[in-house]
């Protein structure tokens, strides 16, 4: 297993696990995911097993505090210098599913956050995922302004 960062050639199975792993309505679109790509490829952490994609996490830094819809879809709002790295997607191959990746690759990025000088990390997430991502030391804000997919999701922050 290794960690790297998404190039372009990774967009297309980028998409098509992102769409097996979320519903329609909250899923990145390819076109969305080759903007992310372009613009901060190295927030965009993709974990293989050989040449398997296995899981990726991905996100832009911002020196806003709150992750906010409007960031899923304009890379442009990244800010290499932001105080905030966002996560906007953990998705594993269900093949993987429950094998430990998604925390190999989600630790591995919020250790480099830190090392970059960040104040933290930031995600939403649906209920039954708070359990999870408090394992990794972040705290629920409770119900985030966020309406992504229309669905009720909950702010969580992990500062260093």
């Keep these: 297993m290794n960690i790297r960062c998404a190039t372009l050639d990774d967009v297309t199975r980028i998409a098509a696990m992102e769409a097996a792993c979320f519903p329609k309505a909250e899923a990145?679109?390819?076109?969305?995911?080759?903007?992310?790509?372009?613009?901060?490829?190295?927030?965009?952490?993709?974990?293989l097993d050989?040449?398997?994609?296995?899981?990726?996490?991905?996100?832009?830094?911002t020196n806003d505090p709150d992750l906010k819809d409007e960031m899923y879809e304009k890379a442009t709002l990244h800010d290499e210098k932001g105080a905030w790295q966002m996560i906007f997607g953990l998705d594993t191959d269900p093949a993987y599913q429950r094998q430990g990746m998604a925390r190999k690759v989600l630790q591995r990025f919020i250790d480099d956050a830190r090392k970059q000088g960040r104040?933290?990390?930031?995600?939403?997430?649906?209920?039954?995922?708070?359990?999870?991502?408090?394992?990794?030391?972040?705290?629920?804000?409770g119900v985030s302004g966020s309406t992504h997919g229309?669905?009720?999701?909950?702010?969580?922050?992990?500062?260093f």
């Design 28 to 47: 990145a679109t390819e076109a969305s995911i080759r903007d992310r790509v372009t613009v901060y490829p190295s927030h965009f952490y993709l974990l």
């Design 119 to 141: 104040k933290g990390v930031v995600l939403t997430c649906k209920d039954r995922l708070i359990h999870y991502y408090r394992t990794f030391g972040f705290v629920d804000e």
């Design 150 to 159: 229309d669905v009720v999701w909950h702010q969580m922050r992990l500062k």
């Design 50 to 61: 050989g040449d398997r994609l296995v899981s990726f996490v991905n996100g832009l830094v």
